[in-house]
């Protein structure tokens, strides 16, 4: 029941995300002594390409730029709170808590007093 499951999930994906290409009728058949057609076409399909990818190097420098300065920006917090176990002068025992603020990946932040 898997394998039918994978196969026809495979097949409709196949058949959602692959796009057609198709030409004029002009295009289709062109005379060997007047290629324009499908010179023209090249030219369009490279000059496509080149204006798409400096398209995607615009967007992608700006998203780039704003993820930057958002990151500036963002001042949540971390903590970390364990509790350590004190004694006091009259010989009772007590929780002390101690927050301990660590960054995005868990790690101690180190203190700037010392």
């Given at each position: 029941?898997?394998?039918r499951?994978?196969?026809?999930?495979?097949?409709?994906?196949?058949?959602?995300?692959?796009?057609?290409?198709?030409?004029?009728?002009?295009?289709?058949?062109?005379?060997?002594?007047?290629?324009g057609?499908?010179v023209?076409n090249?030219?369009?399909?490279a000059?496509?390409a080149?204006?798409?990818?400096a398209?995607g190097v615009?967007?992608?420098?700006a998203?780039g730029?704003?993820?930057?300065?958002?990151?500036?920006?963002?001042?949540?917090r971390?903590?970390?709170?364990?509790?350590?176990?004190?004694?006091?002068?009259?010989?009772?025992?007590?929780?002390?808590p101690?927050?301990i603020?660590?960054d995005?990946n868990?790690?101690?932040?180190a203190?700037?007093?010392?």
């Amino acid at each position: 029941m898997n394998q039918r499951l994978f196969v026809s999930a495979f097949a409709l994906s196949v058949l959602v995300f692959t796009g057609c290409n198709t030409a004029n009728r002009d295009a289709r058949f062109t005379n060997p002594n007047q290629p324009g057609p499908v010179v023209g076409n090249a030219v369009g399909v490279a000059a496509g390409a080149v204006v798409s990818n400096a398209a995607g190097v615009v967007v992608g420098a700006a998203e780039g730029a704003a993820a930057a300065t958002k990151s500036t920006f963002t001042n949540d917090r971390r903590v970390v709170r364990t509790w350590r176990t004190e004694t006091t002068s009259d010989g009772r025992t007590i929780q002390v808590p101690v927050e301990i603020e660590v960054d995005a990946n868990g790690r101690p932040i180190a203190d700037k007093k010392s």
